[in-house]
């Protein structure tokens, strides 16, 4: 690729303009590209697992019919994205192989277990929570189709966030059994939420490229303090407390300062030894097997029908 293409890339990006799917692109974008969308496509998928094992057990008809709304749309969200990914020249079976041989990355948020109601509500207000602050700047990504696919999955992202919320504090304001579920909740999905930004910025691989190229707009660090300095006062209005003793205000710089996050911890779930990882996986394989049926058929049937039309 010549220094002159490369910088007339760079100064469309420089210039806000949307890289479309047949306008030139480095290899290293549509490399990085292709591995953070579909890793993204990945996380939705895998991420309708923690809460679908709460939808037969939903408290009532109406927490049942929303929770259900959501995982779906969560499944239409990486349909969306792995579409997005296709447009850079990779196939849906590529990627798809790649999850299922556990050669692909998904979010490290979903190899925790969901133990409790309090956990669905705690995942909307939250795991939602952090995925609208990473993604609402994703909506203004040089990528042109991830872009534009954001904006309808932020819309849905925020409908999650509110119902997790709503669960939180319908629980807040119930028996003291219900307080607790709820702090019990927090305490476990709090420290994998920050997780959720990714290593901080001095140990992001790709964090340097992917703010040149605007994939990235904001830093793991800026993103994950926007989120803490947004949450906190949502859990004083719960009247339920961070379960971080470091926790504190700074009146000097308007942020609140978090304690160390066990970046171990992180490393081994990314690893795949996380509490969930082999579960997670061996799930999907195993829609995966159990679809075949409907891919076979799919197949058969587009054939009979080029057979038609060739006849
Ligand atoms: N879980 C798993 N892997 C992670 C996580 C995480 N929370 N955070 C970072 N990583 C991985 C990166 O994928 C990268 O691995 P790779 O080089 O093998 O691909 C490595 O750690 C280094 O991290 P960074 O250099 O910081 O990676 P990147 O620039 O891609 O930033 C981020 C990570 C912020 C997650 C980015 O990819 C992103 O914004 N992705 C889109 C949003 C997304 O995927 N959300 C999924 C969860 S939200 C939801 O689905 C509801």
Known sequence: EDADRLARFQARIDADERIEPNDFMPAAYRRTLTRQISQHAHSEIIGMQPEGNWITRAPTLRRKAALLAKVQDECGHGLYLYAAAETLGATREELVDQLLAGRAKYSSIFNYPTLSWADIGAIGWLVDGAAIMNQIPLCRCSYGPYARAMIRVCKEESFHQRQGYEIMLTLARGTAEQREMAQDALNRWWWPSLMMFGPPDA??????????????RFSNDELRRKFVDA??????????????????YDSATGH?????????????????NGPCNRERLAARRQAHEDGAWVREAALAFAARRARAEAA
């Open 256 to 272: 609140w300062e978090h304690g160390a996050i066990d970046w171990e911890e992180f490393r081994q779930v990314i690893a795949g």
């Open 231 to 248: 949450t906190v006062p949502q859990a004083h209005v719960l009247g339920l407390s961070i379960p971080d003793p470091a926790l504190r």
């Open 203 to 216: 140990a992001s691989a790709h964090s340097d490229s992917s703010m040149r190229w605007k994939i990235k």
